[in-house]
């Protein structure tokens, strides 16, 4: 069975300083790992996957993430906050066999203080 | 902006009454799914579409269905609803229903059962 855990609820930081929101995920095989976002009544929109190769990926808006097998983790981060970067982020797990769906976590506020 | 386009945006109905929300795909994509995040939840999967077969489900009973066009837009209908159906429901759509390709989302139906 898969699952996506996001050990913050909220994260607070000041605008310019490194921001780092958590997930960490189980799967029986080999994973697929997505971040999106969301506004206010909005929907989700994709940041970055990590499918193979390097476990840095790199996506949209500045953010990039670190995919880390032995701590089964990856971690979406940003050099420099923005207070534009405040919203709802999700982490999401799909497994490269079996089901087509993403298993979400629940999801980590994100506050970006001027 | 995705190319995801859902309707309506918001909805009121019954206990017990039936629901049809609709989807649109982006140009291209041969695979929707559907998901519904309750109120400070993560997206949880209904079903996925591909090429106009159920191509998987999650946890829901089947008083929820859904439909897939020729033109790979989709429709989810929900019968009998109970108040605990309120919720925002996502449709996404992807290039196949293989899971490599991320989804991109529309904006959501938010569905109030009263």
């Known amino acids: 069975a898969q699952s996506v855990a996001q050990p913050e609820d909220q994260v607070n930081v000041a605008e310019g300083n490194p921001l780092t929101v958590k997930c960490t995920y189980s799967?029986?095989?080999?994973?697929?790992l997505f971040w999106y976002v969301q506004y206010p009544n909005r929907g989700l929109q994709f940041l970055l996957k990590?499918?193979?190769?390097?476990?840095l990926v790199k996506g949209s808006y500045g953010f990039e993430a670190e995919f880390n097998k032995s701590q089964t983790s990856f971690h979406l981060k940003k050099p420099s906050a923005l207070v534009s970067d405040s919203a709802l982020y999700f982490c999401?797990?799909?497994?490269?066999?079996?089901?087509?769906?993403?298993?979400f976590g629940t999801g980590t506020r994100l506050t970006v203080i001027p | 902006e995705t190319g995801v386009t859902q309707s309506p945006t918001h909805l009121i109905k019954t206990r017990g009454q039936q629901v049809t929300l609709r989807c649109s795909s982006q140009?291209?994509?041969?695979?929707v799914s559907w998901y519904q995040q309750a109120l400070g939840q993560g997206p949880q999967f209904i079903f996925q579409?591909?090429?106009?077969?159920?191509?998987g489900r999650g946890n829901f009973p089947p008083r929820f269905s859904g439909l897939q066009f020729p033109n790979y837009s989709s429709e989810l209908n929900v019968n009998a609803l109970e108040l605990d159906d309120s919720a925002l429901y996502l449709c996404?759509?992807?290039?196949?229903?293989?899971?490599?390709?991320?989804?991109?989302f529309g904006q959501g139906t938010r569905l109030t059962v009263v």
């Open positions: 799967v029986s095989g080999n994973p697929y």
């Open positions: 990590y499918i193979t190769g390097d476990n």
């Open positions: 999401a797990v799909r497994e490269k066999t079996g089901a087509n769906n993403l298993f």
């Open positions: 140009s291209g994509h041969n695979t």
């Open positions: 579409y591909y090429r106009e077969e159920e191509n």
């Open positions: 996404a759509s992807s290039l196949t229903g293989t899971g490599l390709n991320e989804a991109f």
